[in-house]
């Protein structure tokens, strides 16, 4: 059987038309001769005639080894090579190729030549090189899918254009997408990605046997990463004059040792500390910072290390505010305690305000950190639904038991789900603090077992329905003050009344950090920062925002601002529904009526920092009738071979050196018949 050549573009074959130049210019240059009259020089003629036919015979040897010279580069060109099997080559109009370009951000590691994401361009332009004309592409990437088919410059253009994304697809995402994006027609799917873990969801992919599909792993040199894994306080909120201790979580993900790294804590663009740590490695360290509030305000907060060359997990990014004073206003109805204004009013920190429940209407509610009811036995159905307004947009409620019955307000308490008074005891004493609440976090410097803690003469047993905290409890376990997070504030309960003839409270040191910490507590359920590609609510301090006026997100280097779309969920949380619109990590201000009234921060998924892969044998055992090909990044020729084997999935024998060697050989012959004098 004889071999038979093909040519994997033959569209190059319209070069042989260069035949013709070296033709016309050989007519051309056909030397004519001149007649010259001598005397009797007989022997010349012979002796001329055979120059002349020596010089015919050079000049056609010449014009044919140029013609085999440009003949050579031609078919070079058209890629020859030999099918012994005399398959036929795949039909433009029915082949249809699927590429799956990983550009997630751990494509930013480094192979050998540059960047792995570069690397793998490099690769799949070498592969959309090889398909013939007509044959129809489309391209997958972390980004959203989309069902345009596109020509081998349209990919190849949109390759080259291709960044890295903060966006990353499990494996089966990208198989689904696929099967999709081919339909009923058999295609071909080549996936080129370093295959991390993470994403190698194999238990939730669903293959197709009408789908070929070719794995391509490229593998980074650099297999070690060092990154922030997330901040914390030690406060569960925030106040100005305040010492706040923030911990730094620093993972260490290689199999190295790190000495001496630099961690950066910068407020408000003031570098706070730079310190130094060693980290073990495949471990976590933290890191611990303490700093002084001086400002009310916003604080903007960046911790950071350096590591190379993954980068994109160096930042972390957190962000909190202070009010200049923390308003607390005092509802009563017969009578008041005058040791709640003592205690705040001698406090620049605070702003005192009594005012009868009645009144209650009156007053704008989302100014108030804590309003406190105290001695009140019933509420109306109008007063009823502001604070449970006030409460569910972030407001701190603290109810104070009524000398006479408290079945009305309890009626409000069930309706919230609340702890609720029961029946009446006297004489017990506070035997417990809950030290690990938010409430009295840091309030102690160490427990002591002796310590004396307020008397009660009397008291409501109080109940505890699910989700209630137990603050304070005495030697029976009778819960003595509870708290419930409802919305995005904290309603407290006492058992007992804060009068003096009946606790001696308002006289314990316990009554000055347990009062002014819960009107502090507004900050304690806001976060300080948010993780990008998440379904996470993202909301705003609600004390600051107003109806009805639009809201405009803003980048804090002016980089950047889009305006957002907002809701008002069932708890009264302002939430901010398109913020996918953000696509960099940073710091973000939140302006209402050219007022910054917040600041959010959002960070990077971490998943992407973790160094850890599937290797060709794992994929082999999950696709045992896939093609898996690990790609040599520090040898580009041989991962050229290596693509028109797969492209062309045949025995097929390349004869494009041959005939470039050939091309060499004529044009050294051609110079040596050149340079030969006629004897």
Request: proline share 5%.
């Given at each position: 059987?004889?071999?038979?050549?093909?040519?994997?573009?033959?569209?190059?074959?319209?070069?042989?038309?260069?035949?013709?130049?070296?033709?016309?210019?050989?007519?051309?240059?056909?030397?004519?001769?001149?007649?010259?009259?001598?005397?009797?020089?007989?022997?010349?003629?012979?002796?001329?005639?055979?120059?002349?036919?020596?010089?015919?015979?050079?000049?056609?040897?010449?014009?044919?080894l140029r013609l085999a010279i440009i003949s050579c580069i031609v078919l070079a060109f058209a890629t020859p090579y030999i099918n012994p099997e005399h398959k036929l080559p795949t039909q433009p109009e029915t082949n249809q190729v699927i590429i799956y370009a990983d550009n997630s951000f751990s494509m930013s590691n480094t192979g050998s030549r540059g960047t792995l994401l570069e690397e793998s361009?490099?690769?799949?332009?070498?592969?959309?090189?090889?398909?013939?004309n007509g044959t129809r592409f489309r391209l997958l990437t972390n980004e959203a899918a989309n069902d345009l088919v596109l020509t081998k410059e349209q990919i190849a253009n949109?390759?080259?254009?291709?960044?890295?994304?903060?966006?990353?697809?499990?494996?089966?995402?990208?198989?689904?997408?696929?099967?999709?994006?081919?339909?009923?027609?058999?295609?071909?799917?080549?996936?080129?990605?370093?295959?991390?873990?993470?994403?190698?969801d194999f238990q939730h992919i669903v293959q197709d046997s009408t789908m070929e599909t070719i794995f391509l792993v490229i593998k980074p040199e650099n297999q070690s990463n060092v990154y922030i894994n997330g901040v914390n306080f030690d406060q569960a909120f925030h106040q100005k004059n305040q010492n706040d201790k923030i911990h730094i979580s620093v993972i260490?993900?290689?199999?190295?040792?790190?000495?001496?790294?630099?961690?950066?804590?910068?407020?408000?663009?003031k570098k706070k500390s730079i310190s130094q740590i060693d980290i073990p490695a495949r471990s976590e360290k933290k890191i611990s910072?303490?700093?002084?509030?001086?400002?009310?305000?916003?604080?903007?907060?960046?911790?950071?290390?350096?590591?190379?060359?993954?980068?994109?997990?160096?930042?972390?990014?957190?962000?909190?505010?202070?009010?200049?004073?923390?308003?607390?206003?005092?509802?009563?109805?017969?009578?008041?305690?005058?040791?709640?204004?003592?205690?705040?009013?001698?406090?620049?920190?605070?702003?005192?305000?009594?005012?009868?429940?009645?009144?209650?209407?009156?007053?704008?509610?989302?100014?108030?950190?804590?309003?406190?009811?105290?001695?009140?036995?019933?509420?109306?159905?109008?007063?009823?639904?502001?604070?449970?307004?006030?409460?569910?947009?972030?407001?701190?409620?603290f109810f104070i038991p009524p000398a006479d019955s408290p079945e009305n307000l309890n009626r409000f308490l069930q309706k919230l789900q609340a702890p609720q008074w029961t029946q009446k005891d006297t004489n017990t004493t506070i035997t417990h603090l809950e030290t690990q609440a938010s409430l009295f976090k840091n309030v102690l410097e160490q427990e002591d077992a002796k310590a004396v803690l307020p008397r009660i003469r009397h008291f409501y047993v109080l109940s505890t329905p699910t989700g209630t905290e137990k603050l304070l409890t005495d030697k029976k376990n009778h819960t003595l003050l509870a708290a419930k997070t409802l919305g995005k504030g904290n309603l407290y309960v006492s058992a007992f009344n804060f009068n003096p003839d009946n606790s001696d409270m308002v006289y314990h040191p316990l009554f000055v950090p347990l009062m002014a910490n819960m009107a502090c507590q507004v900050n304690s359920a806001l976060n300080t920062s948010y993780q990008l590609n998440t379904e996470?609510?993202?909301?705003?301090?609600?004390?600051?925002?107003?109806?009805?006026?639009?809201?405009?997100?803003q980048r804090d280097d002016r980089s950047f601002e889009f305006i957002p779309d907002i809701r008002k969920n069932f708890s009264g949380e302002i939430t901010l529904t398109n913020c996918n619109n953000i696509r960099d990590a940073g710091l973000y201000e939140v302006i209402q009526d050219n007022q910054v009234i917040d600041v959010l921060a959002w960070n990077y998924d971490r998943t992407e920092s973790r160094m850890?892969?599937?290797?060709?044998?794992?994929?082999?055992?999950?696709?045992?009738?896939?093609?898996?090909?690990?790609?040599?990044?520090?040898?580009?020729?041989?991962?050229?071979?290596?693509?028109?084997?797969?492209?062309?999935?045949?025995n097929n024998k390349y004869l494009t050196f041959w005939f470039i060697l050939l091309a060499v050989a004529f044009l050294l012959a051609e110079q040596i018949v050149w340079k030969r004098k006629l004897n």
């Open positions: 059987m004889l071999l038979q050549i093909q040519f994997l573009h033959p569209e190059f074959l319209y070069g042989l038309t260069l035949l013709t130049v070296p033709i016309v210019l050989h007519l051309f240059s056909l030397r004519r001769y001149k007649k010259v009259y001598f005397s009797n020089f007989n022997f010349l003629e012979a002796l001329q005639q055979q120059r002349k036919n020596s010089s015919r015979l050079k000049n056609l040897l010449l014009l044919l361009k490099k690769y799949l332009f070498d592969i959309i090189n090889n398909y013939p949109a390759l080259g254009e291709l960044k890295i994304t903060p966006d990353t697809k499990p494996l089966s995402q990208v198989i689904k997408e696929s099967r999709e994006l081919k339909g009923r027609q058999p295609a071909t799917l080549f996936i080129i990605s370093d295959f991390q873990k993470k994403n190698c260490n993900a290689s199999d190295r040792e790190f000495h001496n790294l630099p961690v950066t804590l910068t407020i408000n663009g910072i303490s700093y002084l509030n001086t400002d009310d305000g916003f604080y903007k907060g960046i911790a950071e290390i350096t590591d190379f060359p993954v980068v994109f997990d160096n930042k972390f990014f957190f962000s909190y505010g202070i009010h200049p004073k923390t308003n607390i206003g005092y509802l009563w109805q017969k009578e008041t305690n005058p040791y709640f204004a003592k205690l705040f009013s001698d406090s620049t920190t605070f702003h005192f305000t009594t005012f009868p429940v009645n009144q209650l209407a009156t007053q704008n509610l989302s100014c108030y950190n804590l309003l406190i009811l105290d001695n009140i036995p019933t509420l109306s159905s109008g007063v009823e639904s502001l604070l449970q307004e006030y409460l569910l947009n972030g407001g701190n409620l996470q609510n993202v909301t705003i301090r609600t004390r600051n925002y107003q109806e009805n006026i639009p809201l405009k997100i850890e892969f599937c290797n060709e044998k794992e994929l082999q055992q999950q696709f045992p009738q896939a093609r898996i090909e690990n790609i040599k990044t520090t040898q580009m020729d041989q991962n050229s071979n290596l693509v028109k084997e797969i492209v062309l999935q045949d």
